[in-house]
């Protein structure tokens, strides 16, 4: 948004009361309502700005934010050679098992193998 002119909203809010029938001629109450609409002419003004500098940095922390999912989702790189890996990386599931340890079935399966 554009910033407001210092008196546009002053002039404004003149020419919607003179379309109902109010006119603020020079005076105590004109004065007021002058100072009323700069200092809310002011505080527009710098919500604006506040708010174009608060877009900026959200922008900023929310790609950082991104680039750290990013790099944390990254497919990982290969290892560079097979040869190097240690023994125990390679051992399968049943090699790295208990011996004589069971596994436990369901309960389902274990009441099918009692009915047979």
């Not at 991104?66 to 050679?81: D, F, G, L, M, V």
Request: hydrophobic share 30%; net charge positive; with cysteine.
């Amino acid at each position: 948004m554009k910033p407001i002119k210092k008196d546009e909203l002053f002039e404004s809010l003149g020419d919607f009361l003179k379309l109902k029938g109010v006119e603020l001629k020079d005076g105590a109450y004109a004065k007021r309502i002058r100072q009323g609409c700069n200092l809310l002419t002011d505080a527009i003004n710098g919500t604006q700005k506040t708010v174009k500098h608060a877009r900026v940095e959200v922008d900023k922390k929310l790609d950082q934010l991104r680039q750290t999912i990013h790099e944390a989702t990254a497919p990982k790189e290969p290892p560079a050679s097979s040869a190097q890996r240690p023994a125990s990386a390679g051992a399968s599931k049943k090699e790295r098992s208990r011996p004589g340890r069971k596994r436990s079935s369901s309960p389902k399966n274990r009441a099918k193998s009692a009915r047979r």
